[in-house]
């Protein structure tokens, strides 16, 4: 098992420096052999290299790194953002490239309360929140096309292309079929998205869901809208199994999503290439002012090394990896509810600690 570690920028390195922790107990314990190889790819390294802060100069990952990229199992992602780098040139030039480029289609969203872990929504626990929300990451508004016309005048025009095709809906769809049927919880998918009002864009997603679900006659076909979707978020999280959405929708209600599982402390993400190179991340930013002090929360970066670990032998049919995932994620469900809270610095544990306490309760696990 090769994997690429980008520490990226700010906390980002503190975090994946635990989760490497981890791996390597749980390594151990189930007879892996892995090696892991540093990548220097941040806002730090763009600006020292004298890239413009104010739009895209230079290259943040150059086209050698994402060929040599290519030849990992998977890519281990601390966070790439620096407050002194205009929005979106980091964005667009690591993040969403990686997804086109090594096509990782699938973001895959765990929605899943740990035990001990607060959330904002009232009288809901861990039994309440564990859906899994798959969004597509290749497609809708993502892709850049549209323009402007008459660009500075009052007339001016502006687009921007939902581009859907029926190959990237359906690889999809496909996808979150296969993982609700493995998941085996409620068997259910939930299709979100607005048929109402995107009649073209979102017939071809109602059409291609309902011929493709004809091949899963053991999971029960649904759908919300995805403002109904928001609502039922917060009143009923129960009810969700596996969610499919497009990329835009996607990363809206993902983030809502992150909150009612305890926010950025805890929640994890997965680019997702099913016969490609992957790469995970914990959700959270490079959080500057957290930088250095040994205070940052790093559940969510283990987390993303348990989905890494996890899915990875999923894609291969690999058991050792699923099991090393899962020994992974046990051991954070024996941490967190040691944990005073998820927030940076109000952990009553430091950064360290907590790696520590979670690569001890794999070493102790049965
Ligand atoms: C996410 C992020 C990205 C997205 C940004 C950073 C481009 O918000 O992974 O959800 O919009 O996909
Ligand atoms: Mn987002």
Same mark, same amino acid.
């Not at 739009?55 to 790439?80: K, N, Q």
């Not at 994620?329 to 430091?350: F, L, R, W």
């Given at each position: 098992?090769?994997?690429?570690?980008?520490?990226? !920028?700010? &906390?980002?390195?503190?975090?994946?420096?635990?989760?490497? /922790?981890?791996?390597?107990? =749980?390594?151990?314990?189930?007879?892996?052999?892995?090696?892991?190889?540093?990548?220097?790819?941040?806002? !730090?390294?763009?600006? +020292?290299?004298?890239?413009?802060?104010?739009?895209?100069?230079?290259?943040?990952?150059?086209?050698?790194?994402?060929?040599?990229?290519?030849?990992?199992?998977?890519?281990?992602?601390?966070?790439?953002?620096?407050? /002194?780098?205009?929005?979106?040139?980091?964005?667009?030039?690591?993040?969403?490239?990686?997804?086109?480029?090594?096509?990782?289609? =699938?973001?895959?969203? $765990? =929605?899943?309360?740990?035990?001990?872990?607060?959330? $904002?929504?009232? !009288?809901?626990?861990?039994?309440?929140?564990?859906?899994?929300?798959?969004?597509?990451? &290749?497609?809708?508004?993502?892709?850049?096309?549209?323009? %402007?016309?008459?660009?500075?005048?009052?007339?001016?025009?502006? &687009?921007?292309?939902?581009?859907?095709?029926?190959?990237?809906?359906?690889?999809?769809?496909?996808?979150?079929?296969?993982?609700?049927?493995?998941?085996?919880?409620?068997?259910?998918?939930?299709?979100?998205?607005?048929?109402?009002?995107?009649?073209?864009?979102?017939? @071809?997603?109602?059409?291609?869901?309902?011929?493709?679900?004809?091949?899963?006659?053991?999971?029960?076909?649904?759908?919300?809208?995805?403002?109904?979707? #928001?609502?039922? %978020?917060?009143?009923? $999280?129960?009810?969700?199994?596996?969610?499919?959405? #497009?990329?835009? %929708?996607?990363?809206?209600?993902?983030? @809502?999503?992150?909150?009612?599982?305890?926010?950025?402390?805890?929640?994890?993400?997965?680019?997702?290439? $099913?016969?490609?190179? +992957?790469? %995970?991340?914990?959700?959270?930013? +490079?959080?500057?002012?957290?930088?250095?002090?040994?205070?940052?929360?790093?559940?969510?970066?283990?987390?993303?090394?348990?989905?890494?670990?996890?899915?990875?032998?999923?894609?291969?049919? !690999?058991?050792?990896?699923?099991?090393?995932?899962?020994?992974?994620?046990?051991?954070?469900?024996?941490?967190?509810? /040691?944990?005073? +809270?998820?927030?940076?610095?109000?952990?009553?544990?430091?950064?360290?600690?907590?790696?520590?306490?979670?690569?001890?309760?794999?070493?102790?696990?049965?």
């Amino acid at each position: 098992m090769r994997i690429a570690v980008i520490g990226g !920028d700010g &906390t980002g390195p503190e975090v994946v420096a635990e989760g490497l /922790k981890v791996l390597q107990v =749980v390594a151990e314990r189930v007879g892996l052999e892995y090696q892991t190889k540093h990548f220097d790819v941040s806002g !730090d390294r763009y600006l +020292s290299a004298g890239g413009d802060p104010e739009r895209p100069s230079i290259p943040v990952i150059r086209d050698e790194e994402i060929a040599e990229l290519r030849s990992f199992d998977a890519i281990y992602l601390g966070a790439v953002g620096h407050p /002194k780098v205009a929005p979106g040139i980091l964005e667009k030039g690591l993040l969403l490239r990686l997804r086109f480029e090594l096509d990782q289609y =699938v973001n895959l969203r $765990p =929605v899943k309360l740990y035990p001990g872990v607060w959330t $904002p929504l009232r !009288d809901k626990g861990p039994e309440d929140i564990d859906f899994v929300v798959v969004r597509e990451t &290749t497609e809708g508004l993502y892709t850049g096309m549209g323009g %402007f016309q008459y660009k500075g005048t009052p007339q001016e025009v502006a &687009t921007q292309i939902m581009c859907n095709t029926r190959h990237g809906v359906e690889r999809v769809i496909r996808y979150a079929f296969e993982l609700c049927r493995r998941r085996g919880a409620k068997k259910r998918l939930t299709l979100v998205a607005k048929t109402n009002v995107l009649t073209y864009a979102h017939d @071809l997603w109602w059409r291609t869901f309902n011929e493709v679900g004809e091949e899963y006659g053991d999971i029960e076909r649904d759908y919300n809208h995805v403002d109904a979707c #928001c609502m039922w %978020f917060v009143k009923n $999280p129960e009810y969700y199994d596996t969610i499919v959405v #497009c990329n835009m %929708f996607g990363d809206i209600i993902t983030d @809502l999503g992150a909150m009612i599982q305890g926010g950025m402390g805890v929640a994890a993400g997965g680019n997702i290439n $099913p016969a490609g190179v +992957s790469m %995970f991340e914990p959700i959270g930013g +490079s959080a500057p002012k957290y930088t250095g002090q040994n205070v940052i929360n790093p559940i969510a970066a283990i987390a993303a090394l348990a989905m890494l670990l996890r899915e990875t032998g999923n894609n291969r049919g !690999d058991a050792k990896l699923i099991e090393a995932g899962q020994r992974v994620e046990q051991a954070i469900m024996a941490v967190t509810p /040691k944990m005073k +809270s998820m927030a940076a610095g109000k952990m009553g544990y430091s950064t360290t600690e907590v790696g520590d306490l979670v690569a001890q309760a794999v070493a102790e696990a049965d």
